[in-house]
């Protein structure tokens, strides 16, 4: 059984690092409806930045401020790109991703890797001060749920603030955030910043976990954040206590459950992928059916 | 509602625990693959028979995982997660992106590690540690001097090569410092994905180089067909780096024997298996054998002919 608690605990603490760059899709397509291509490129950023600085040798928590500020700034440039010069909102983010793409690589030099004697979050003061009795995955999923809890609780608050609140409107009634007189490009800006903040914020983290950055990291991000939020938000649709949050949370560990059962069960390397589509797609059509019981009791 | 999704969550975790579960009686040896293509397929199959030739006897001695990353380095850190949750006796990692992930799960429990198919194992910093295995350390002199007794008088070589891949970036510099001792000039164009490799061919084609010579570069193999449709076009010959590689139509090439590679990967992973050593205590090795493998045919078309000093040592590689 100790096997099998490894596994689920190293495939949660993947699934709460990951859940930050859903928060990040989440914010941009499901509240702003935006569908927003820059996280290819500001989730290896986050990564590039703080391989740099950890080998460096600055303190690895700071790394979590620049990946948060650097990922931000890429937002903002994307925001810029669409609000200011009018460029459609897909083209403004392939834009800001393509060019991310070399300056990641100009960033990092090249594939970068970390070596064992630097301290990562996971391995550094407090944390070690804290519950270095515990043995290295379980710091790693402490950390992990501690970053996403307090991200998810920031995001929440934020959302019923009056600044959250007009980000929702964005994407739910365009003209009401006009009426209002309040600029609607501004408010986009805002929610692409907070968004790639978050994704950058947990390249950043892989890059911890993982002692690496690779140029290639960020390729289908985008597209694993989309089925995460679209699982989870299919899965709680009728729950109206979960929040979006939790919501996306949850799917994003659902995931990268699907994909260790995929590997786990040993299946064809070149199956892995089909196996994993197949999850989901069963994932959601439970969702379905789940939606349909609830109408019949009703 | 919420029993539904408790089902599915119950579901998910009882497939895995099946998964999971299993006799663990005899030793386990997680092999990590980045990519399915022909060198790397090479090394795992000379790995399976350097333990064999150690005396180890696969489903008796020891029991292996083989995964696949589909060269997606996402994949590589679970299929190393997965291996170092179920506390697999060894892992074995073949090219870098697996062989980083490998290291960085294997770091709590410290297993062993034994790497295969990474060019230069100090810049990609897994030199120290619970970790060894082998390097595919390009022959660099020996495919200059074989480029000069072929095209004795090339003044150009083309490479291409990936900016990220730390293996290529010090392969170049090596090129460039060796270069001159055999009278060339590199014409190095590095890319940074895969589809931009054929654009790059084109600008070397229009550069006039006098040939192309082949790192081990996985996203210059994987299209290679491709690159040599236009350079055979341009009648521009390419070298290869690797038996496979003249198989498919470069014209010669100094390479490496990946299946030697991977025997010698598996004498070593047998010396940790059986508990001679342990592997921070052995030294990463280089292979040190370099064969010349020519494609007659391929030479044939370029109008190249092959002294007799070449065709001599040369292995002629085809597709048997």
Redesign the interface.
């Known amino acids: 059984m100790g096997?099998?608690l490894?596994?689920?605990?190293?495939?949660v603490t993947?699934g709460l690092i990951y859940a930050l760059l859903s928060y990040g899709v989440f914010i941009t397509y499901k509240i702003l409806d935006f569908p927003d291509l820059t996280v290819d490129g500001s989730f290896p950023l986050g990564a590039a930045v703080t391989a740099v600085l950890l080998t460096k040798g600055f303190n690895p928590y700071l790394t979590l401020a620049v990946a948060l500020l650097v990922g931000a700034l890429t937002g903002l440039i994307t925001g810029l790109i669409h609000v200011k010069l009018g460029v459609r909102d897909l083209l403004a983010g392939i834009i800001t991703m393509t060019a991310l793409?070399?300056i990641n690589?100009q960033i990092a030099g090249?594939?970068l890797?970390?070596?064992?004697t630097v301290n990562t979050i996971f391995s550094a003061e407090p944390a070690m001060a804290l519950f270095g009795n515990l043995?290295?995955?379980y710091r790693k999923l402490i950390v992990s749920l501690f970053l996403t809890i307090l991200f998810k609780i920031i995001l929440d608050l934020y959302f019923k603030t009056k600044s959250g609140l007009l980000l929702r409107a964005v994407g739910d009634n365009n003209t009401l955030v006009t009426s209002l007189a309040k600029d609607k490009g501004k408010v986009k800006i805002i929610g692409l910043v907070i968004s790639n903040a978050l994704v950058a914020l947990s390249g950043c983290i892989v890059c911890h976990?993982?002692?690496?950055f690779?140029?290639?990291?960020g390729t289908?991000q985008v597209v694993f954040g989309l089925a995460t939020v679209i699982i989870g938000t299919t899965?709680?649709k009728?729950?109206n206590f979960v929040k979006g949050t939790t919501a996306v949370m949850i799917g994003s560990i659902?995931y990268?459950?699907?994909?260790?059962?995929a590997?786990?069960?040993?299946l064809p390397?070149?199956l892995?992928?089909f196996i994993t589509a197949a999850l989901f797609l069963a994932?959601l059509v439970?969702g379905k059916?789940?939606k349909g019981?609830?109408k019949k009791n009703a | 509602m919420k029993k539904h999704i408790f089902t599915i969550l119950i579901l998910i975790i009882t497939l895995a625990v099946i998964a999971g579960c299993g006799s663990k009686q005899i030793p386990v040896i997680g092999i990590s693959q980045f990519g399915e293509h022909p060198s790397l397929d090479n090394c795992r199959e000379g790995f399976l028979q350097g333990l064999a030739e150690a005396g180890l006897k696969e489903d008796k001695d020891f029991s292996t995982d083989y995964q696949n990353a589909g060269f997606d380095p996402a994949i590589a850190s679970q299929i190393a997660q997965n291996f170092s949750s179920a506390n697999v006796t060894l892992m074995c990692a073949i090219a870098t992106p697996s062989a980083t992930a490998c290291f960085a799960a294997a770091e709590d429990k410290d297993i062993p590690v034994v790497f295969t198919a990474i060019t230069d194992p100090v810049r990609a910093k897994l030199d120290s540690g619970n970790i060894t295995g082998t390097s595919d350390k390009l022959a660099v002199d020996e495919q200059l001097e074989l480029i000069r007794k072929l095209q004795p008088d090339a003044k150009t070589i083309g490479i291409l090569y990936t900016t990220s891949e730390p293996n290529s970036v010090s392969a170049i510099e090596e090129y460039n410092e060796k270069a001159a001792n055999y009278g060339f000039t590199i014409e190095a164009i590095g890319v940074v994905q895969q589809s931009e490799v054929t654009l790059a061919v084109d600008t070397l084609i229009s550069k006039k180089v006098d040939c192309l010579s082949n790192l081990t570069d996985n996203n210059v193999v994987g299209v290679l067909a491709s690159v040599l449709e236009k350079t055979n076009e341009a009648k521009i010959p390419v070298y290869g780096s690797e038996v496979e590689q003249m198989k498919i139509g470069c014209v010669a090439g100094a390479g490496i024997d990946y299946i030697k590679l991977g025997k010698q990967t598996g004498a070593i992973a047998a010396k940790i298996l059986k508990g001679e050593a342990k592997a921070s205590e052995i030294p990463y090795e280089v292979i040190s054998e370099y064969s010349i493998y020519i494609n007659s045919a391929a030479l044939a078309k370029m109008g190249i002919s092959v002294p007799l000093e070449v065709s001599q040592k040369a292995i002629e590689a085809t597709n048997s």
């Open positions: 096997v099998f490894d596994l689920v605990v190293s495939t993947q793409f070399s690589l090249s594939n890797i970390i070596e064992r043995s290295l995955i976990e993982q002692r690496a690779s140029s290639t990291m289908g899965l709680f009728k729950l659902l990268k459950v699907s994909i260790q059962i590997i786990s069960l040993g390397a070149n892995l992928k994932i439970l059916l789940q019981g609830v």
